[in-house]
Nanobody, 124 residues
Framework: QLQFVESGGGLVQPGGSLRLSCAAS????????IGWFRQAPGKEREGVSC????????YYASSVQSRFTISRDNAKKTAYLQMNRLKPEDTAVYYC?????????????????WGQGTQVTVSS
């Protein structure tokens, strides 16, 4: 059974940085594509960034391009989302997700296993 432990969320001022971690247990991380998603109150869950296990190619939503960086350390069984220059509109619950299938689009429907989420609040 796939399990994740997400960490790194919190309260940060605009312009600040956070690094989210997604530690996997019960499976070999390098056998899965990884995605980070977020859901703000009253909004649908949206794809933030996804990374292919096969090519290492990453996708970013336009709203986070050049500010966020996704990475993975298969040896540590952990995926990361480095978030820089945070804005109030980045406030949301952030989720990591995994799937053994190769993702075609960075959308929630393509990922079947999910973490519990971690709150990120950007506010002065």
């Amino acid at each position: 059974q796939l399990q994740f432990v997400e960490s790194g969320g919190g309260l940060v001022q605009p312009g600040g940085s956070l690094r989210l971690s997604c530690a996997a247990s019960g499976f070999i991380l390098d056998s899965y594509d990884i995605g980070w998603f977020r859901q703000a109150p009253g909004k649908e869950r949206e794809g933030v960034s996804c990374i292919s296990r096969r090519t290492g190619t990453s996708y970013y939503a336009s709203s986070v391009q050049s500010r966020f960086t996704i990475s993975r350390d298969n040896a540590k069984k952990t995926a990361y989302l480095q978030m820089n220059r945070l804005k109030p509109e980045d406030t949301a619950v952030y989720y990591c997700a995994a799937d053994s299938r190769l993702f075609r689009r960075c959308v929630p429907e393509e990922f079947r296993s999910w973490g519990q989420g971690t709150q990120v609040t950007v506010s002065s």
